[in-house]
Every structure is written in structure tokens, then in C-alpha cells.
């Protein structure tokens, strides 16, 4: 554990927070695509199904293989598991009237499908687990689509919702500082996959990062695109 | 393992 991942973790569930702190003080998700937060739910779904694995070990009393990397990595994972469900929870129940449903207008098999595919043909192992893993790697690089999609087609993002975003983005450019630490440091440490997804998915964010560091640098309260 | 690398991040 280097200090670049320790803060991606921490921003990335900074980012839940803020969404969660949003909708929960303005009573509204407005800006915010459902699609993009559904697929969030499907891509930790896929990708932490071995907590089933490490409850295994745990209602078995076999503590061998559990070390502080794994309680750590558990209570991550519930923790992000927990707060997509229930953001998704929230968007469909008590906020759905302030739902931007209307302009969420992105095709959500333009991405499922091709990274299913993609998941099958480009994987370290033909097995279940790692399919879906790795299908939740390249599904993750793309997930915020919709949520770009939308912020263009309204041209401008709230305060609380550009920190959303800007967490969300940040948390993977950080990553990759951690697998470059990581490639350095660990002998035979590689993760192809992993990299080129994560760099895919911190690109996608390149021209959000731009105007939301201007409007940090100017002072605004809103993320404004220019139009 | 193969398989192992970058399965102990989030």
C-alpha cells in the first residue's frame, strides 16, 4: 500500500460522499446520469464477487490468508458496493422526480456490449471470475460516458456535482501514479489490463479536468462549458 | 499468478 493508493481509495469514496451529501442537501440528483451510476453498481458487483470468497474463508475460520491488505480491501469494497446501491436506490425512489432521465439519452449497449466482448477475448484467465472481473475493468473505463453525454447536452454542472466528478475521475489518474510506484518498486508486478483500461478512463476525463480547473482558478460556483 | 496481479486493489 504506497500513499498514491491509499489517496485514490480515499478519493474515490470521497466522490460516493459527495454525491450521496448532494442529492441528500438539495433533495434533487439534477445533473447527475442514472446510467452512469447503474453502471457503477454492475461494475462492483462484477468485479468484488470474490467477497464471497474472503466470507468463506471467514465463516470457516481459515484466518491464514487473511491478512490487514484483504480487511482492508473487504470493507472497501462493501463500502462502495453499499453506497452505488444505494445512490442508484435514491435516484429511483425519493429523487426520481428530479431525475434528468429525459436528457440521459446514451445507448447503454454501445458500451455493455463491446466490453463484454472485449472481456471475453482479452482476460488473464478463461475462467467466470476473471471474465467478469476484467469485464468490469473495461466497463469502468467508460461508465462515465452517459455522465459526460449529460453535461455537455446541459453545458453546465452544479459545485457539488463538478467535485462529484472531478473525485470520481481523480481517483483513477491516481491509480495509475500507484502502478507506476508499483511496476518500480514490486518485482514482476504487471497488469496490462488494468493500465490501459485506467488510462482510457482517466483520458475520457481529460476535458472535464480542464474546465473544472478553470472554474476553480476564476471562482465559480458552476462548471460552465463553452458553447 | 497472473491472475493475482492488481486483484488486491480496488
Request: aromatic share 26%; hydrophobic share 40%; net charge negative.
Given at each position: 500500500m504506497n500513499i498514491f493508493r491509499i489517496s485514490a481509495d480515499l478519493l474515490h469514496l470521497a466522490s460516493f460522499f459527495i454525491l450521496i451529501f448532494k442529492m441528500k442537501a438539495t433533495k434533487s440528483c439534477k445533473g447527475i446520469s442514472f446510467k452512469t451510476q447503474l453502471m457503477y453498481t454492475l461494475v462492483f458487483t462484477c468485479r468484488y464477487l470474490d467477497l464471497f470468497h474472503v466470507l468463506g474463508m471467514m465463516i470457516t475460520f481459515?484466518?491464514?490468508?487473511?491478512t490487514g491488505l484483504t480487511l482492508y480491501n473487504t470493507f472497501m469494497k462493501i463500502l462502495f458496493l453499499a453506497a452505488s446501491y444505494y445512490i442508484v436506490y435514491l435516484m429511483r425512489t425519493e429523487l426520481k422526480s428530479t431525475s434528468d432521465d429525459a436528457r440521459d439519452?446514451?445507448?447503454?449497449w454501445h458500451i455493455l456490449a463491446p466490453c463484454a466482448v472485449l472481456a471475453l477475448i482479452f482476460?488473464?484467465?478463461?475462467t467466470i471470475l476473471e471474465i467478469l472481473w476484467t469485464f468490469s475493468i473495461y466497463l469502468e473505463a467508460v461508465a462515465v460516458m452517459p455522465q459526460l453525454m449529460l453535461l455537455i447536452e446541459t453545458g453546465e454542472a452544479d459545485s457539488l456535482s463538478s467535485h462529484y466528478m472531478f473525485a470520481v475521475g481523480g481517483y483513477r489518474a491516481l491509480y495509475l501514479v500507484n502502478w507506476v510506484y508499483r511496476y518500480a518498486t514490486?518485482?514482476?508486478?504487471?497488469?496490462w489490463i488494468a493500465w490501459i483500461a485506467g488510462f482510457v478512463q482517466t483520458a475520457l476525463f481529460g476535458d472535464f479536468f480542464y474546465y473544472y480547473f478553470v472554474k476553480i482558478m476564476s471562482g465559480d460556483a458552476a462548471l460552465k462549458l463553452p458553447t | 499468478a497472473a491472475t493475482e496481479a492488481g486483484h488486491d486493489e480496488l
Open positions: 481459515n484466518f491464514a490468508h487473511i439519452t446514451f445507448v447503454l482476460n488473464a484467465q478463461f514490486e518485482p514482476y508486478y504487471s497488469n | -
